[in-house]
T-cell receptor, first 114, second 114 residues
Framework: NAGVTQTPKFQVLKTGQSMTLQCAQD?????MSWYRQDPGMGLRLIHY???????DQGEVPNGYNVSRSTTEDFPLRLLSAAPSQTSVYFC?????????????FGPGTRLLVL | GDSVTQMEGPVTLSEEAFLTINCTYT??????LFWYVQYPGEGLQLLLK?????DKGSNKGFEATYRKETTSFHLEKGSVQVSDSAVYFC?????????????FGKGTKLSVKP
């Protein structure tokens, strides 16, 4: 199992550019989510999905779009990047059901918006 | 809503010192509690967890006990090593406004000196 994979590892964007951060998992997990990590802020939930075709907003969804067409993939789209979106982005997945289920994280994507 | 508060760092210890990182939470009902660790340049990985009151989670010499009466889940290790240098995150999954998503504390950076 590769677990949770993310691409790219690093990206530099100019303000106003768009891009898609890719996330995939091979554990057949129904639940997937995106977090951003900023210094002193911990991890904040952007969007999440409980299955193919179902997505919902987290704590900080503005400026980001998601879709879930397959169980395996959960891309995060920045339609018009802003410097405030400079951050490290983590994708995660887990089984749904019991609240004790372990959540698995990808290695992260470091994004710099100039 | 659900929230997690953990002691602010950074924490600097000498090798073989005793470690405590405090974590308290606010949640409805009986959430599941987790400690995640993030080594430099990597994603988060589960360190230990507890799913009900008085449970003790343990892994790699680290321990934490789910204390319902004090709403706490403090992380402890009797003798830290240089390889334990990382950022530690306390987290919960509850039944309240977080809709079952993981809610993280802000993280505590630990540096262990030889």
């Amino acid at each position: 199992n590769a677990g949770v994979t993310q691409t790219p590892k690093f990206q530099v964007l100019k303000t106003g550019q768009s891009m898609t951060l890719q996330c995939a998992q091979d554990m057949n997990h129904e639940y997937m989510s995106w977090y951003r990590q900023d210094p002193g802020m911990g991890l904040r939930l952007i969007h999440y999905s409980v299955g193919a075709g179902i997505t919902d907003q987290g704590e900080v969804p503005n400026g980001y779009n998601v879709s879930r067409s397959t169980t395996e993939d959960f891309p995060l789209r920045l339609l018009s990047a802003a410097p405030s979106q400079t951050s490290v982005y983590f994708c995660a997945s887990r089984q749904t059901g019991a609240f004790g289920e372990t959540q698995y994280f990808g290695p992260g994507t470091r994004l710099l918006v100039l | 809503g659900d929230s997690v508060t953990q002691m602010e760092g950074p924490v600097t210890l000498s090798e073989e010192a005793f470690l405590t990182i405090n974590c308290t939470y606010t949640a409805t009902g009986y959430p599941s509690l987790f400690w995640y660790v993030q080594y430099p340049g990597e994603g988060l990985q589960l360190l230990l967890k507890a799913t009900k009151a008085d449970d003790k989670g343990s892994n790699k010499g680290f321990e934490a006990t789910y204390r319902k009466e004090t709403t706490s889940f403090h992380l402890e290790k009797g003798s830290v090593q240089v390889s334990d240098s990382a950022v530690y995150f306390c987290a919960l999954r509850g039944y309240g406004g977080s809709q079952g998503n993981l809610i993280f504390g802000k993280g505590t950076k630990l540096s262990v000196k030889p």
